[in-house]
């Protein structure tokens, strides 16, 4: 099964343009198993479920729904929809929670498996006809789609993993989730699994497990969550705790929610109910296992990460206006003589305090730089970091986060609009400028693939134009520190980003002669 699965996947992979996501075709030709099948796909959104549902699947995809651009963590994940093997609950049990997932920076894909033929365009009053009755016969029923769904599963796992790179995935973090029938699909693959195919998690959402199914825990079976409702009309419940259990004596991380009320099927659709939110206990799990971050980053990255993510959420104080909101105001005013120097800018300056703390000791030098920032959080506080200071010298150091899309995307033309913004403010106030150029980098670890090499180049000689024009005093740091990729020698940083303290002992003596021909 294995090698045919692999056959399938690098023989033929068709990929179509559907609206604003890619459907990629799973197998070459018919699928195999069904060659036979010769009735069409269809939709339907007239029915006694009031939801939009797909029937009659013939040929199996996935539907590709990448995270916004700059927010992806290298996490991916397999949504398999429910609907008894007769149709498929496609928004709020599919498109729905891979847009949930999207916010998250995950990566999703949508399954859309092999189902029984429907004969008339009513599969909804088809399938409870068929469920209603004899639960075994239906069982009966439906055991030879299973196997070909499960087989469909198993490629769309295989097909991720083998093309993790094409779509800014980590391997080692594809997840599966499947709700009712697709939670069927779930727990088969959590049991049931190749190198290939293996879930790095799993999440049965008021799933049902056959007999058939019901085999003995992997010894490197993956983390699993489990949510359903106590009033599931399909009585299903067990299923829940038959898994919960299994993992739990197996020593398996697992994690299960069971509410009171909700119903079979329940999704992400809203009924006023403590089950609306199990999407959040959901997510909750994943940050624990550490999947909503990018892999590998240092500490004073996630750091960073972390922060981009919380200030983009409704509420929050974007521009980080209570960091310094104390510190600021117990700092006592400069004195006549004292030519106070506020460093404005963002994980650069914020990790230059800590590095190297004998540089702004004895000085009337003044930290000022926050990890993750852009030039429109930096333009907010500058009145309040800056101006209220009343310094003599701001050295604004500032533009690449702005690049690597930490606040969302940004051109050139408006991060020095925002600079300019910053002079403008410091020269109405009497403020000389030293104006910074952005450091040298060749990738950013948090937001691998923006190719920032040449825009801080270009970025740069507009930094310097615009110093030259109006007389401030501009700072060349990326000359004493470029190396022949244009990116951050390995001397001068462990990440390729921030300098380390070397970097930092050839930045010192460029700035304080910046800062004293500032004052002339």
């Given amino acids: 099964m294995r090698s045919k699965i692999i056959i399938c996947i690098f023989l033929f992979v068709a990929v179509i343009a559907n609206a604003q996501n890619k459907v990629i075709q799973l197998y070459p030709g018919a699928a195999p198993g069904s060659e036979n099948w010769n009735w069409q796909e269809k939709e339907n959104d007239s029915n006694m479920i009031h939801t939009k549902i797909v029937y009659n699947v013939v040929q199996p995809t996935l539907t590709v729904f990448p995270p916004d651009e700059g927010t992806a963590n290298g996490t991916a994940v397999v949504i398999c929809p429910g609907g008894g093997f007769h149709i498929l609950s496609i928004n709020s049990e599919g498109n729905d929670v891979a847009k949930w997932l999207n916010k998250k920076g995950v990566t999703a894909f949508v399954l859309r498996y092999r189902l029984l033929h429907s004969v008339s365009d009513d599969p909804v009053k088809e399938l409870m006809s068929t469920l ?19 087989v ?5 796992m295989a097909y991720v993993r083998q093309h993790a790179a094409d779509y800014g995935i980590s391997p080692k973090r594809i997840g599966l989730i499947g709700f009712s029938a697709g939670g069927t699909l779930t727990e088969a693959v959590a049991f049931d699994y190749t190198p290939d195919t293996r879930p790095d998690f799993v999440a049965p959402i008021y799933a049902y497990v056959p007999d058939a199914q019901k085999k003995d825990v992997p010894k490197d079976a993956p983390p699993m969550f489990i949510a359903a409702a106590s009033d599931d009309q399909l009585g299903l419940v067990p299923s ?33 109910l403590t089950s609306d939110t199990w999407i959040d206990r959901f997510g909750d799990w994943l940050n624990q296992l550490g999947l909503l971050v990018p892999e590998g980053l240092t500490p004073q990255q996630l750091a960073a990460y972390k922060r981009v993510q919380e200030d983009r959420l409704p509420g929050r104080d974007w521009p980080n206006l209570k ?19 506020v460093f404005m800018g963002n994980s650069i300056t914020e990790g230059w305090g800590r590095l190297d703390p004998d540089f702004f000791a004895g000085k009337p030098y003044v930290n000022r730089g ?4 852009t030039t429109p959080q930096m333009l907010l506080r500058f009145r309040q970091d800056v101006i209220n200071l009343k310094p003599a010298v701001v050295v604004i150091l500032a533009g690449t986060n702005d690049i690597a899309g930490n606040t969302g995307p940004a051109t050139l033309e408006q991060i020095i609009a925002n600079i300019i913004s910053m002079c403008e403010l410091a020269k109405a106030n009497k403020i000389h400028v030293v104006l910074s150029s952005i450091l040298p980098a060749f990738d950013y670890p948090w937001r691998p693939g923006q190719e920032p090499a040449e825009k801080i180049v270009t970025l740069n000689s507009m930094v310097k134009d615009y110093a030259a024009k109006n007389g401030f005093v501009y700072l060349d740091y990326f000359s004493a520190m470029v190396d022949a990729r244009k990116g951050l020698p ?19 003596p460029l700035v304080e002669k910046a800062i004293a021909q500032a004052l002339k």
């Fill in 490 to 508: 390995k001397e001068l940083s462990g990440d390729g980003v921030h300098p380390n303290l070397a970097g930092y002992k050839i930045m010192e």
């Fill in 240 to 272: 829940s705790l038959e898994l919960y259990t299994k993992w739990q004596a197996a020593g398996k991380p697992v994690e299960m929610h069971l509410y009171t009320k909700g119903g079979h099927g329940f999704g992400l659709r809203q009924q006023r």
């Fill in 152 to 156: 469909d599963t198993k490629t769309a």
């Fill in 370 to 373: 926050i990890s993750g920032q």
């Fill in 132 to 150: 209603g009755g004899d639960r075994t016969k239906f069982n009966e029923s439906v055991a030879p789609v299973v196997a070909l769904a499960t």
């Fill in 323 to 341: 960091r310094f909101a104390d510190d600021d105001k117990n700092l006592a005013m400069a004195a006549s003589k004292e030519h106070r120097v």
